[in-house]
């Protein structure tokens, strides 16, 4: 199938056409700056400006910076509160016409990390993305299991972890990438005391730099870095309306 993924981020919307069998962009990714503030006006009109490069009249998987149960976003942190309780496919439905499926933003790249990427190890892999916040997507056997907020985990007596070591914050706090990598050091060891993985994916931004973090990881549990990269997010959110529409579609 294609479909149009998009993957809205606190700093950046990007939209591409997917194939969703093989896991690849078939057009270039189109980058529009998150609107600011990141209104649900302002926010589904960049959707809509992007629907209207790819001319596309077909259906859409969005990725999306914040919890999404059945449709309902909650505690947007990254972008507005006036976000909070809206059920966003009804609303996306309603101002672009087109079918529609949203989904958590870490919850869609770690999809196609699983599906495409190579990191489908079996037990409890966690893939955590570090970019404007952090994002976590944890994986049993293979299957999702969604809305996992560990981004917002206290470490250390009370910090609240994605202020303390997402990517946004070694360049607000003008950290070395050895100092911000002591935190996601400090951050990976207590999910490791709490979770047992089987597997940690590190993806965002950062996981095209691993190499200048990477010495600073001191867990037991494996490490590995996202295949997919800045793609992953984009590919996901499309699967995910693959997968819930599947029946009905085949
Ligand atoms: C949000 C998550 C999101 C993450 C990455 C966090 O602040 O609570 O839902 O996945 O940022 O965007």
Same mark, same amino acid.
């Given at each position: 199938?294609?479909?149009?993924? =998009?993957?809205?981020?606190?700093?950046? /919307?990007?939209g591409?056409?997917?194939?969703?069998?093989?896991?690849? &962009?078939?057009?270039?990714r189109?980058?529009?700056?998150t609107?600011?503030?990141?209104?649900?006006?302002?926010?589904?009109?960049v959707?809509q400006?992007? =629907?209207?490069h790819?001319?596309?009249?077909?259906?859409?998987?969005?990725?999306?910076?914040s919890?999404?149960?059945?449709?309902?976003?909650?505690?947007?942190?990254?972008?507005?509160?006036?976000?909070? @309780? /809206?059920? =966003?496919?009804?609303?996306?439905?309603?101002?672009?016409?087109?079918d529609?499926?949203?989904?958590n933003? +870490?919850?869609?790249?770690? &999809?196609?990390?699983?599906?495409?990427?190579?990191? @489908?190890?079996?037990?409890l $892999? $966690?893939m955590?993305?570090?970019?404007t916040?952090?994002?976590? +997507?944890?994986?049993?056997?293979?299957? &999702?299991i969604?809305?996992?907020?560990?981004?917002? $985990?206290?470490i250390?007596?009370?910090?609240?972890?994605?202020?303390? #070591? +997402?990517?946004?914050?070694?360049?607000?706090?003008?950290?070395?990438?050895?100092?911000?990598?002591?935190?996601?050091? *400090?951050? &990976?060891k207590?999910?490791?005391?709490i979770?047992?993985?089987s597997?940690?994916?590190?993806?965002?931004?950062?996981?095209r730099?691993?190499?200048?973090f990477?010495?600073c =990881?001191?867990v037991?549990?494996? $490490?590995?870095?996202a295949? /997919? *990269?800045?793609? +992953?997010?984009?590919?996901?959110a #499309?699967c995910?309306?693959? @997968?819930?529409h599947? *029946?009905v579609l085949?």
């Open positions: 199938m294609e479909i149009l993924g =998009i993957d809205i981020g606190g700093s950046g /919307m990007k591409a056409i997917v194939n969703t069998e093989k896991g690849e &962009l078939i057009t270039e189109h980058k529009i700056e609107p600011q503030p990141a209104t649900p006006k302002a926010v589904t009109g959707i400006q992007i =629907i209207d790819f001319n596309w009249k077909g259906p859409l998987g969005a990725g999306f910076p919890i999404v149960k059945e449709g309902v976003t909650r505690l947007a942190v990254n972008l507005s509160p006036e976000w909070d @309780d /809206m059920n =966003i496919e009804t609303h996306v439905k309603e101002k672009t016409g087109l529609n499926t949203f989904l933003d +870490a919850d869609s790249a770690g &999809l196609a990390e699983i599906r495409f990427g190579g990191h @489908d190890t079996g037990g $892999v $966690v955590l993305t570090f970019g916040g952090i994002g976590s +997507a944890f994986f049993y056997n293979g299957v &999702l969604p809305n996992m907020e560990f981004g917002h $985990v206290e250390l007596g009370g910090k609240n972890a994605e202020k303390y #070591a +997402a990517a946004r914050i070694r360049k607000e706090k003008d950290l070395s990438w050895e100092e911000w990598g002591d935190r996601v050091n *400090q951050y &990976l207590h999910l490791e005391r979770l047992s993985p597997l940690f994916v590190i993806g965002g931004g950062v996981s730099k691993t190499e200048k990477m010495d =990881i001191k037991r549990t494996p $490490v590995q870095a295949t /997919m *990269q800045n793609n +992953a997010g984009i590919i996901g #499309a995910r309306f693959k @997968d819930v599947s *029946q085949a």
